[in-house]
Structures are given as C-alpha cells and as structure tokens.
C-alpha cells in the first residue's frame, strides 16, 4: 500500500502560507533531518525524504495548485511515466529503507534527489579590504561605515545553485564524493560532489549574488600601518549550509605631511632663525592636539631634538602615549638687508677679533 503524506503537515506550514515561509521551513527542517546530521537514524532518513517531496510539491506553484485541489491524484501528470507522481526521484512507500536499500542510501544518486553525502556544510573563505585612514585617525581612532561588495546566499535556491523546485544530483565522476583517482579534486563538479541540471534563473547557478553591505568598523587608537581589523561572518558565503568566512580589514595610513611616526611617537621637524637659537625662545610648534609652545634654550644647535611628553599616539596595550620629538633646524635668511649686513659684519669682526685674542 503506497504512503500518502500531507505536504503541508510535512512541512510544518499553514495551507494558506506564503512560497517565501514554504522556502524557510523546508531549508529549517531539511538542516534538522539531514541524513548527515542523523547517521543510522531510520526515522530521521524517513522524515527528511518526506521533507523534501512536500518542497518539491508545494515550491512548485503549478503542482501546489493541482494538489490543492486534486490532491495527490492531482500530480499525475507531472509523474513522467511514474504512477506515484514523482518520477524517479519522488519514490514513495512505506518499505522505501528496506532490504539492502537503506544501506545504500549516500551512494545512490536519485535519493534525496541528488543531495550527495560529501556535500558537508563548509565554511567560507575569510576575505580581505584594505582601508585608507588619515593620521589624525591612527592616533585617536574613529568609528567609520564602509560599503562593501559582499556575495550573500541566494533567496531563491538557498545557495544551491538549482532552479527552486529542483535539486543538484550526485556527480556522475566521482559519485558523489567530490574527489577522483588519488584523491585528487573532481573536475566535473569541483568537489562538491553534486552537479545542476537547472540552474537557478536568479544567481546563474551560483547559489550566491552580489550585493552591497554597509558595515560600521571601529578603529582603535594607536593602530599602525598595516594593522588588520576582523570582522567575524563577513567574509564569503558558506557552502551547502555553512558558516560565512570573515573579513579582515588592512589599515594603511596616509603619510601626513608634517608628522612622522616611530612606533608611538611623533616626529617632526620646525625651523628657527639664527637670532632665535643663540638667543633662545618661545616658539609655537604644531601637534596632533593643536598648536603647543615650546621653549628653545639659548646657544641651541641645527639638528637638536626636543621632546613633548604625551603628545604621541596611545599603545592600546598599556594605555600610555607617547611623546612628540620636535627637531629644530636653522635656517639661514636670504633677503638680508644692508643695514642687517652691516651689523653682521660687525658681528663676524669681533668673533674674529676674539678668536685672535684666544690665540
């Protein structure tokens, strides 16, 4: 006596429930009664088959029609030859796992029409981006949005590949295994152990489609050129199931055009006059904070290095910044007057006078 199964109790669903909710309850359950999930689980195996004959059916808005007002004498015509209704990859009846067959049910490719056994959840591959932050933004870190181009599961076929109503098969190469002789990777199915006959209108048969995503990355302070963010299930989509990669976002900071970084240090470079390095003063110089005085000690030297304490980038391991070097050069004037002459020549006189009397 042949089985008659409610699609919809099957699927757990309401007659009247959208194609999208016929979609998400066939992919919850199919995941929970996955042979796979359930090795040597009888029931399991039953319920699956059941699972996905009902999605077959009620995905399939011509065939849901028919059955909904014919029920299952109403699927006749899409038998193909099949009195059951299913054709070759809908057998139905209560001694389906019986004898040898359940035995044989991951290495036969019309069972669970076409699913193969190799066809594991695998995870995605993790992806990289690289980002262009200023300065400013290394040292005192920011939160920023960042459109990416990402490649999501298709809403269609649910990252299958196939036309919705259909299924992949086992690969005929390999059989399902995803691998050939010595191991090596199928070419026919590139090792997925399954191939699509129909495949999805939406995405092309890649079971994935491209979109944009924003997404909100906090930059820390302190980072370096170089560092990388991770940005966990942002990467690829899963295959057949499984978790996404994730992203790592490459920092690279702009050069700036004053400063200069040494791990968490700053460095930079300010001219003074000569009148200003034999006399001393107070000069303004320029920092990430803003601008800061400094004070230049009389008899100073081209090249001498003054240090700003806390005016560096922070290390984001013990919390401390660092300083800010500031190195002085004297520059030499080149619109001197001549009454300026006049005094440096004066100037130059003695200093040669005095270096006679040392003699």
């Excluded at 808005?61 to 030859?81: I, N, T, V």
């Excluded at 004898?99 to 990289?128: C, E, F, H, K, N």
């Excluded at 299930?233 to 920092?251: E, S, T």
């Amino acid at each position: 006596m042949v089985k008659r199964i409610d699609y919809y109790k099957a699927l757990d669903v309401d007659k009247d429930c959208s194609q999208s909710e016929v979609k998400k309850a066939y992919r919850r359950l199919a995941r929970k009664y996955h042979p796979d999930a359930n090795p040597g689980d009888e029931t399991a195996a039953h319920k699956f088959r059941d699972i996905k004959e009902a999605y077959d059916v009620l995905s399939n808005p011509l065939k849901r029609d028919k059955y909904d007002q014919y029920g299952h004498a109403g699927l006749a015509e899409f038998a193909g030859g099949d009195s059951n209704g299913f054709g070759n990859n809908g057998v139905a009846g209560e001694d389906f796992f019986s004898g040898d067959m359940a035995g044989d049910i991951y290495d036969i490719s019309d069972i669970d029409q076409g699913v193969a056994p190799s066809q594991q959840p695998q995870p995605g591959t993790d992806l990289r981006y690289d980002l262009e932050i200023t300065f400013e933004d290394a040292v005192y870190g920011t939160e920023m949005e960042v459109d990416l181009p990402m490649f999501v599961e298709c809403n269609a076929c649910f990252g299958t590949g196939a036309q919705p109503g259909t299924a992949p098969r086992a690969c005929p190469v390999c059989r399902g295994t995803g691998k050939t002789m010595g191991n090596a990777q199928c070419n026919a199915c590139n090792g997925r152990g399954s191939v699509v006959d129909r495949p999805c209108r939406q995405c092309g048969g890649s079971g994935t489609l491209q979109s944009n995503e924003r997404i909100l990355l906090n930059i820390p302070p302190g980072v370096d050129d170089g560092s990388t963010i991770r940005v966990h299930g942002k990467g690829a989509q899963g295959v057949d199931g499984g978790p996404p990669g994730d992203l790592y976002v490459i920092l690279n900071i702009r050069e700036h055009d004053i400063f200069k970084r040494h791990g968490y240090d700053i460095l930079c470079e300010v001219p003074i006059d000569f009148i200003q390095a034999v006399f001393g003063a107070e000069i303004e110089v320029p920092t990430v904070d803003g601008p800061a005085k400094m004070r230049i000690p009389a008899g100073s030297q081209t090249g001498t290095i003054f240090r700003l304490r806390n005016k560096g980038l922070v290390d984001p391991n013990s919390g401390v910044r660092g300083s800010q070097h500031v190195k002085v050069t004297i520059v030499t004037p080149t619109d001197i007057s001549d009454r300026e002459k006049k005094i440096l020549m004066k100037y130059a006189m003695a200093r040669s006078e005095r270096k006679s009397q040392r003699r």
